[in-house]
Every structure is written in C-alpha cells, then in structure tokens.
C-alpha cells in the first residue's frame, strides 16, 4: 500500500497477467493469481480519485479497505465518500490507518482513527480497521524507533483500538518491515489478522508466528472497472461468506 498523501512515486511492479477463460465468460476482474476459495478485493484513498462503486460491485470486486486517516493529522479527502459509496454498492469495506510512529503514541493515533471513520459497526458490510505499517516515506525506514518500542507503539495502538471499537485492528505489513523494525515478533498474530503485502505470484514467507494469512496485496497495478487507472487488488483467504463472519465478528 502507498502512502498517497508523500511525494513519493509509487513503486512500478509488472501486473500480475493470467486469462481466465471459461465457455460463458470472461471473468469481468481481471488478471489475477488467485487460489481457491479466495475472495476478490481493492485498496484505494484519494490517489484513485472518482470511483464508480456499482461499476466496481458489479466488475465481481467484494470488499474494500479504503484510506481514512494518516498520523495523527490527516483525514484522506475522499474518505467519506468512498466509505458510504461502496456500502452503498454493497461493497465489504472497511478504513484504513496509515502509522507514523515517529509522530505520537499509537493510542494517540488509534483514537484519531477511530474518531475519523474508523469505528465499527455490526451490519455484515464493516470490516475492523486495519492499520498500516510500512517504511517511511518521510525519514528513517523505522521511524527512529528501537525494535522494542515499535513493539510497543504497535500494541498501544492495538490495545487503544481495542478499547474504542471492540474488535482488534487488521495489521498490514510486509514480512521484511516486519521483521526489521519489529525484530520478528510474533505477539499480535493470535489476535490481529493479517493483510500481508507481496507484489508476487504468492505471499511468500510470512511475519515469525503468523500461521495464516487474512488478506493479501498480490499487486500495485491492478485495474477494475469503474476505477480510472491502476489500483491495489487483494484477496481475502476465504469465501465471502467467511469475510462477512470477520466482518460482523462471528469467525
């Protein structure tokens, strides 16, 4: 996932191609390496601009984590509208948090969240919100952080969210991240899912103590329907009714 609101360029990744044929169709999502019993899903903040939710429901897209804040500061633009949007389109979605940990404490920055879009709600559209956990685009990759007190700065966040909204916080990370500004610990995986990030045929190796996976970024450069331009495509390991169980909290 990038972090849109940087002048960083995002990162330029061959899309991932495979033509799916069948005797009816052509299956309207596109290329993707999908496993079975995966359901389809994006990732978008303002970076996408105006999206056509129904076009996006109706291209077989089921869920969406949809960029609602940053730090402890900034609120993504379209947030709002693509939130009530793809509910309305009966799109699975859920906000998303992109970490600053150089910034303010993580409860800090889990109530900005929470106050902000990130609440949940059980209606069998809102997923728990998921914060977002990558290199810095604005100074050292770690954030100037000891591998402990990045530990720590995660769980107060964690434990903050918890508190606020009842569920516990999607984590979206890659493995290498993980394991160098964290040192490889295994502590939230009994209790966060985890949203792995690897622009690859497969997730690859996972965090130390993750014995699943929840959802995965194969791609950067993916394009949908009713979205202009590439946008990140997902999967959830599971079939919808197994997303809508996470959702309303009945997994």
Avoid at 31 to 46: C, K, L, R
Avoid at 96 to 109: E, I, K, M, N
């Amino acid at each position: 996932m990038t972090n849109t609101n940087s002048p960083r360029r995002r990162r330029v990744l061959t899309a991932v191609v495979a033509l799916v044929a069948t005797t009816l169709a052509t299956v309207a999502v596109g290329a993707s390496p999908a496993q079975a019993a995966t359901t389809p899903g994006i990732d978008v903040s303002h970076h996408q601009g105006a999206i056509n939710w129904t076009s996006v429901r109706n291209a077989g897209i089921q869920f969406a984590f949809i960029k609602a804040t940053e730090g402890t500061g900034f609120r993504d633009s379209r947030f709002n509208t693509n939130y009530v949007a793809a509910y309305n389109a009966g799109v699975i979605r859920g906000a998303y948090h992109f970490a600053l940990p150089d910034r303010s404490t993580g409860a800090t920055q889990a109530h900005f969240l929470a106050n902000n879009g990130g609440a949940w709600s059980a209606d069998s559209r809102t997923l728990p919100a998921a914060l977002d956990l990558e290199g810095n685009p604005y100074g050292p990759f770690c954030y100037s952080r000891s591998q402990a007190s990045m530990r720590a700065w995660i769980q107060d966040f964690l434990n903050t969210y918890r508190s606020r909204t009842s569920r516990h916080a999607v984590i979206y990370t890659t493995t290498s991240w993980w394991n160098t500004c964290t040192g490889g610990w295994s502590g939230p995986w009994t209790t966060s899912p985890l949203w792995i990030a690897r622009w690859a045929s497969s997730p690859g190796p996972l965090p130390p103590g993750a014995a699943v996976w929840s959802f995965w970024q194969f791609t950067s450069t993916g394009r949908v329907s009713g979205i202009s331009g590439n946008v990140d495509r997902n999967h959830f390991n599971g079939a919808r009714d197994r997303l809508i169980a996470l959702a309303n909290n009945t997994a």
